[in-house]
């Protein structure tokens, strides 16, 4: 059985910093593209940042520069640092898991980030 654990979400200060992590198990690491998908209410759910084992990723354009996706596959974890948070990065963050680049098999439960000062 596949399992996303996320963690890191909580409140922040605009500007503020927040790293996510998401454990993965029943899955084999390697094979997979990463990613995370963030939702706001009333929002459409919105790819954020993807990465293949390969090195190769992606970045939604409103989060270039601020954040960053790595991954490491010998823990089979998937990180998002989050650096210069805004407000409307205010949402819940879900962990992904797929075998291609558009679509994704398996989801997390989701953790909130807040950004409010």
């Known amino acids: 059985q596949v399992h996303l654990v996320e963690s890191g979400g909580g409140l922040v200060q605009p500007g503020g910093s927040l790293k996510l992590s998401c454990e993965a198990s029943?899955?084999?690491?390697?094979?997979?593209?990463m990613g995370w998908y963030r939702q706001a209410p009333g929002k459409e759910r919105e790819l954020v940042a993807a990465m293949g084992s390969g090195g190769g990723f992606y970045h939604e354009d409103s989060v270039k520069g601020r954040f960053a996706i790595s991954r490491d596959d010998a823990k089979k974890i998937v990180y998002l640092q989050m650096n210069d948070l805004k407000p409307e990065d205010a949402a819940v963050y879900y962990c992904?898991?797929?075998?291609?680049?558009?679509?994704?098999?398996?989801w997390g439960q989701g953790t909130q980030v807040t950004v409010s000062s």
């Open positions: 992904v898991a797929g075998r291609t680049w558009q679509n994704y098999d398996h």
């Open positions: 029943g899955i084999v690491f390697n094979l997979y593209v």
